[in-house]
């Protein structure tokens, strides 16, 4: 983990230059019509841009058997504006896992096509697992289908019984019922899901944008496939340590929490949120006291909230104020929410992802990938232990990124050794991170850029919240990212955009 001191010494060793240095050479125009693939409409669900079209590739369950079973996945298109201009075919590889590409693309797809004017066809596909694609489902109980319930929040002083009896009931609901489908649920299948849909593309490479764990999965692809790979994007990388993988992850928060605090405490601590009813403390200094005194009362007290027989606990206060963190645009209903709570006669809204139990096949989909991804411990005093150190050194989470998962009960997992990311392959990826970001931290994107080597070039924005390209308004690191995707410009060193 970076020091603030080495952190600070990093970024002045960083060119804050314009991002202008190498040109990558291309890839070449490939075909615009993909082979075996019928485009049509998409499923109104996902609001598709005018012009988005959608398609099923079939992929095998088990590509140890690629003859047997196969299953659909949905990919969707938005062709290239300008024929003419055409280059090839960027994938946009979302996050998650659990996260929809065909709805990312729904979402981004406009501001994108605008940034590459013409340049790619934009393609996405919705992972196994997720959206309109093939399901896995382990028949979950609503009451462990809850964020607050995945998300293995401590009880009162960090006891952690109720978390390792939950956990056990859920792997074992997910072994007795998932079956081949959530077996498959792993980044590998990710990556060769990914190589079928190039060919079926008919592209010789892809370029790509990648966010949050989609970063991983895109990293995973360049290590296997590297001459297969074009313009390769990670955005909001985090740490690939194939012994953790995911587990790293998720202790990662506890450092984002911290890193992302202060850009919430000095807008909540601002003399405007004084107008707007949303100021929660005089000082910045004192923010973070008011949301743990809160959050300290409620688990004594919990409230009623709109949502009937929902409560407003400590950790869900706590789990809210860790999505907020995400986007400075959560930052007011985050307020209003503590500013209700503080409130005798308030009555709390909860935030819609905490106000009711998950489907079980996203339930399936969150854990799948994680737990089958990588062998997790199984020692509940080690959790024991790490949660009473982790509470201690990181409040603001409570302890819920250091504990006992469904992960440490898995049955049948994948056998396959995570990817190892080295610098072994062509130079042709460009990292981009936030310095105070509450999912991937800027300490574990280092790794990443560590990991790659020469293979990589790291552009670090001075902002917080999560994912970076035409999400923080920074015109800098958009820039820096457009540049690199339509012209092949990478910076010559890293380079830090304040």
């Known amino acids: 983990m970076t020091t603030n001191r080495g952190r600070q010494a990093l970024l002045l060793a960083l060119s804050v230059a314009a991002v202008a240095g190498v040109t990558l050479g291309g890839g070449g125009a490939a075909p615009a019509v993909a082979a075996g693939l019928e485009w049509g409409d998409c499923d109104p669900a996902v609001k598709p841009l005018p012009g988005q079209r959608c398609a099923t590739l079939s992929v095998p369950l088990d590509y140890a ?56 066809d934009l393609v996405a596909f919705d992972p196994r697992g997720t959206g309109g ?39 074992e609901a997910c072994s007795r019922n998932g079956g081949a489908m959530l077996r498959g649920l792993t980044t590998a299948n990710q990556v060769r899901d990914l190589e079928r849909l190039r060919q079926a593309l008919g592209e010789r490479k892809l370029s790509a944008w990648s966010v949050s764990y989609g970063t991983y999965v895109a990293a995973a692809y360049a290590e296997r496939y590297p001459g297969r790979t074009d313009r390769w994007v990670l955005d909001s990388s985090s740490d690939p340590d194939p012994r953790r993988v995911a587990r790293g992850w998720l202790e990662g928060m506890a450092r984002g ?24 403390a005089v000082r910045p200094g004192d923010v973070r006291r008011v949301v743990l005194d809160l959050a300290a009362r409620l688990d004594r007290e919990p409230l009623p909230t709109t949502t009937p027989g929902a ?41 819609r992802e905490l106000s009711g139990a998950m489907p079980d096949e996203a339930a399936a989909i969150t854990m799948g990938v994680v737990c089958n991804d990588v062998d997790w411990p199984a020692s509940v005093p080690a959790y024991e232990r790490a949660v009473a150190v982790d509470r201690a050194r990181n409040p603001l989470t409570a302890g819920m990124p250091a504990n006992i998962t469904p992960c440490s009960f898995w049955k049948g997992g994948s056998g396959e050794k995570p990817v190892r ?20 931290p800027y300490s574990m994107g280092l790794r990443m850029r560590a990991a790659l080597g020469e293979r990589a070039r790291l552009v670090t924005v001075d902002q917080g919240g999560h994912g970076v390209y035409l999400g923080n308004g920074n015109a800098c690191g958009d820039r820096a990212v457009t540049r690199f995707l339509t012209e092949g410009a990478r910076p010559g060193e890293d380079v830090l955009c304040r």
């Open 311 to 351: 409560m407003l606990t400590g950790t869900v206060l706590l789990q809210a104020f860790q999505l907020a963190l995400y986007s400075d645009a959560a930052f007011p209903s985050f307020a209003r929410l503590v500013t209700e709570a503080l409130d005798p006669a308030g009555e709390p809204v909860l935030p």
């Open 133 to 171: 694609s093939a399901k896995a489902r382990c028949g979950l109980a609503e009451e462990d289908r809850w964020t607050v319930t995945l998300r293995s929040w401590p009880g009162g002083g960090g006891r952690i019984d109720d978390n390792v009896t939950r956990a056990k009931r859920i792997a």
């Open 421 to 440: 990311v080295t610098g072994r392959g062509p130079s042709n990826i460009l990292m981009i991170q936030n310095l105070r970001d509450p999912a991937t």
């Open 65 to 120: 058997d690629p003859g047997g079973e196969q299953i659909g996945l949905v990919v969707s298109r938005l062709t290239a504006g300008r024929p003419e201009a055409r280059r090839g075919t960027l994938m946009v590889i979302p996050g998650g896992p659990g996260s929809s590409g065909v709805q990312r693309l729904a979402q981004k797809g406009a501001a994108l096509a605008e940034e590459m004017d013409g340049a790619y």
């Open 257 to 280: 929490a911290e890193d992302r605090l202060p850009d919430f405490a000095a807008w909540a601590a601002h003399p405007d949120r004084a107008a707007e009813g949303l100021r929660l």
